[in-house]
């Protein structure tokens, strides 16, 4: 069945039929552009200020950016890195980054990195989740 | 552009940053966004001080 559809807490009726993964993909690759596609631009823009500042900041700290897997912890910090979509790439091709923690805010960085993906993650599942109505 | 915080600034802008995306999705209502958001911000922060005073203490 091509068409599938699903009844939201509020009682609104929601019908969706088609590829229903845009909302997932737009909120990986650009945070809050899942929301912005479910017209929720207020959760959108704070979701992008908030992750995209995490990110930001975290290149600015001197952070590291994974871009290979040597043991299991750099596993775990590229599968992060890459929960932030277009800014990990773009970050990648502008060689931003620091190689390795040399001061103590260069390991802070690391962590906002790795956060501010695993967070995008989450902010992209809520918007499937808005798109598929089991969330208002 | 190089930023370098202080810890406390770090731990503050972490808690800001994670409630606020945490108060989003977790919740449905602007009302308890906020709510959510104030609730997690103050874990966050808190859980921090604590942590440092007990370490702090644990060192000595």
Avoid: C
């Amino acid at each position: 069945m091509a068409t599938s559809s699903s009844k939201p807490a509020g009682g609104q009726k929601t019908e969706s039929s088609g590829f229903q993964y845009g909302p997932l993909l737009a909120g990986w690759l650009i945070p809050g552009a899942g929301h912005f596609l479910q017209r929720k631009w207020i959760r959108g823009t704070l979701l992008l200020l908030s992750i995209g500042g995490m990110f930001v900041l975290g290149v600015a700290m001197q952070g590291k950016i994974f871009t290979g897997a040597q043991n299991i912890l750099d596993m775990l910090g590229l599968a992060g890195d890459l929960g932030s979509g277009l800014f990990y790439l773009i970050s990648r091709q502008l060689g931003l980054g620091a190689d390795g923690a040399q001061v103590t805010t260069a390991d802070y960085g690391t962590r906002f990195i790795v956060v501010a993906g695993l967070l995008n993650v989450i902010a992209a599942v809520d918007a499937h989740n808005l798109h598929t109505g089991r969330k208002q | 552009m190089i930023f370098r915080p202080s810890h406390f600034t770090a731990v503050l802008l972490f808690a800001l940053f994670a409630s606020v995306v945490f108060a989003i999705t977790q919740r449905n209502t602007p009302k308890q966004m906020m709510r959510y958001g104030a609730v997690s911000f103050a874990a966050f922060t808190g859980s921090a001080i604590v942590l440092s005073w007990l370490m702090f203490l644990l060192a000595r």
